[in-house]
Nanobody, 124 residues
Framework: EVQLVESGGGLVQAGGSLRLSCAAS????????IGWFRQAPGKEREGVSC????????YYADSVKGRFTISSDNAKNTVYLQMNSLKPEDTAGYYC?????????????????WGQGTQVTVSS
């Protein structure tokens, strides 16, 4: 059974930082791209960042470029999202997802498995 479990969300003031974790099981980690998505109430789910577990290639949405950093610890089957300089508009549920293959961008249809999400709230 494939499981993706997110953790690390919480409440933080604007300008602060959080680190999200996504622990994967039931998949051959190196064969997947792991992506982070977010969804705020009343808004569509949007892609934030993704990483190829195989070669470490990364991609960021323009809205988070320079503030968020995605990384992977293949020994732990875990992907991290370091979020710095957080803004109130970053408030959302954050979800990790796995897409089979060597590379994927942030198209939700490409991702086969999804976690349950972790809430990030940034106060002004």
């Amino acid at each position: 059974e494939v499981q993706l479990v997110e953790s690390g969300g919480g409440l933080v003031q604007a300008g602060g930082s959080l680190r999200l974790s996504c622990a994967a099981s039931g998949i051959t980690f190196d064969d997947y791209v792991i992506g982070w998505f977010r969804q705020a109430p009343g808004k569509e789910r949007e892609g934030v960042s993704c990483i190829s577990s195989g070669d470490g290639s990364t991609y960021y949405a323009d809205s988070v470029k320079g503030r968020f950093t995605i990384s992977s610890d293949n020994a732990k089957n875990t992907v991290y999202l370091q979020m710095n300089s957080l803004k109130p508009e970053d408030t959302a549920g954050y979800y990790c997802a796995a897409a089979p293959g060597l590379w994927a961008l942030l198209k939700t249809d490409d991702y086969s498995y999804w976690g349950q999400g972790t809430q990030v709230t940034v106060s002004s």
